[in-house]
């Protein structure tokens, strides 16, 4: 079976995107800094959502660009918000939930790591690993999304 995972990116950021250059460099709620990885969201509608709560203003998503990919659900990892510890939403990311990820970056066991959002916990993001030796094998693929006009946004 495969599952369906989407990144919502700048334009202007496209040549960097897949490779988990940014989180790289500034770290991310389940990813330490000096650990590349590559976030995307179990729906459109959620990557949607964990762009909007960082910009806060839905009118400068017009310049950001859709993609999808499709992964082997054998290939994912899951880790419930149950397992993790009670702090894990908060602002700025836990050391411990850095480490998860961090932790799963390093081990290489699987391509991807399913993970509740913290936007909404009971949707999932997924990481995937661009260290992995199957990551040369995804393909992201740019997908055409309108967003309703009560947004006020113009459809891409």
């Given at each position: ?26 770290g991310g709620r389940w990813n330490l800094k000096g650990h590349a990885c590559v976030y995307c969201?179990g729906s459109a509608s959620l990557a949607f959502l964990e762009v909007l ?104």
């Amino acid at each position: 079976m495969t599952i369906a995972v989407y990144r919502l990116i700048k334009a202007k950021h496209l040549d960097s995107a897949f490779n988990g250059a940014a989180s790289k460099r500034f770290g991310g709620r389940w990813n330490l800094k000096g650990h590349a990885c590559v976030y995307c969201a179990g729906s459109a509608s959620l990557a949607f959502l964990e762009v909007l709560v960082h910009t806060l203003n839905a009118r400068q998503l017009k310049n950001y660009q859709l993609y999808q990919a499709l992964l082997h659900a054998n290939e994912i990892k899951s880790i419930n918000a149950e397992g993790i510890s009670t702090n894990w939403r908060d602002a700025p990311s836990p050391y411990t939930v850095q480490s998860i990820g961090s932790k799963w970056l390093q081990s290489q066991s699987t391509l991807a790591l399913r993970i509740p959002s913290a936007v909404i916990p009971i949707d999932h993001n997924i990481l995937i690993n661009p260290a992995h030796r199957d990551f040369g094998k995804v393909k992201f693929t740019r997908v055409s999304f309108a967003l309703d006009p009560r947004m006020g946004l113009i459809g891409t």
